[in-house]
């Protein structure tokens, strides 16, 4: 059906046309793959008829499912079918991660987040867990990561599409664009090597790894956000504004998301550095788990920040 619609595109014909086109010299010639389109869905529609009887057959005739027919393992599956009032008739207790299918040692292919199985639990430093969910410290044997360090690198991967698509987009408008870049001293090399030797001193604190060490972070980040704010402040009093050129737009919406991860990390870090391994029930080895997440997370907004500086203070 819509495979015909990309070659007509692909030859300048627009799919909205009432007549298909043939009004147009350049549409005649691909008339057939209007009749194309049409018998393919006539031929769709039969198919759907198919598609019917076998719903009307199986809600009349076929067996009831179970409450869980796809031996899935997470919570929404804990709940009767229809669920009741606000789904659970108690809270539902978790012991392991959503996910665990064919882990090695386990008896079934898939352990149901809700059902508990008889496994050790972590005990680091004197302390015992109060999780007993597994690979929350110690590593999967499948990934080498525990379920934050696993977490963190699938939340990065989609950072990456995210500032992927924007600088995409620097690069495809200053590749067209007939003159690039404005003299501002706000975006001078001096300012960018001031601003990226702040965040290397915010990692250089997070990699001690203590509480000391986070709320160092957070301070130094906090600072890298006032200075960065002051600048916006005085290129806007300058008329600098975004509506100014495309250059201007890219840079405050680049900067401007950098400064949001920034952010991000610099609460995350607050976050820890406040509550330290209360934050993990006195867990030092979860905690560290924890700390050893944000530093990805923290050299990943490093590297956004080296993309920046050359494509807008070199």
Do not use: C
């Not at 799919?15 to 009004?23: A, P, Q």
């Not at 404005?182 to 001031?194: C, F, P, Q, R, T």
């Amino acid at each position: 059906v819509f495979f015909p619609m990309f070659i007509q595109g692909l030859a300048g014909l627009n799919r909205r046309l009432y007549d298909g086109g043939i009004t147009y010299s350049h549409g005649q010639a691909l008339q057939h793959w209007n009749v194309v389109q049409g018998r393919a869905v006539w031929a769709l529609a039969i198919f759907q008829v198919f598609f019917l009887i076998n719903v009307i057959l199986s809600w009349k005739r076929g067996r009831r499912a179970g409450e869980n027919p796809w031996e899935a393992t997470t919570l929404e599956w804990q709940t009767a079918s229809p669920p009741a009032v606000e789904n659970f008739g108690v809270v539902p207790t978790v012991v392991r991660g959503p996910y665990e299918y064919s882990v090695p040692g386990e008896t079934l292919d898939f352990s149901p987040q809700f059902v508990a199985v008889a496994e050790p639990a972590h005990v680091g430093a004197g302390h015992q867990t109060v999780t007993t969910i597994p690979f929350t410290v110690d590593a999967r044997p499948d990934t080498r990561v525990t379920n934050s360090g696993l977490g963190m690198w699938l939340f990065i991967a989609s950072e990456v599409m995210l500032f992927g698509g924007l600088f995409s987009a620097y690069v495809l408008l200053r590749s067209g664009a007939p003159a690039w870049g404005i003299e501002a001293d706000a975006l001078s090399v001096g300012k960018g090597l001031h601003l990226s030797f702040i965040l290397l001193l915010a990692t250089a604190a997070l990699r001690l790894g203590n509480r000391r060490g986070l709320f160092g972070s957070a301070l130094i980040g906090t600072g890298f956000l006032v200075i960065k704010a002051a600048g916006y402040a005085g290129m806007i009093e300058a008329g600098l504004v975004p509506a100014a050129g495309t250059f201007l737009a890219l840079y405050y919406l680049l900067t401007g998301m950098h400064m949001l991860h920034v952010l991000g990390g610099v609460v995350a870090a607050g976050y820890l550095a406040g509550r330290g391994e209360r934050s993990t029930g006195g867990d030092p080895a979860w905690f560290a788990g924890r700390v050893r997440a944000l530093k990805l997370y923290w050299y990943f907004v490093d590297i956004v920040w080296l993309f920046i500086f050359a494509a807008f203070y070199l």
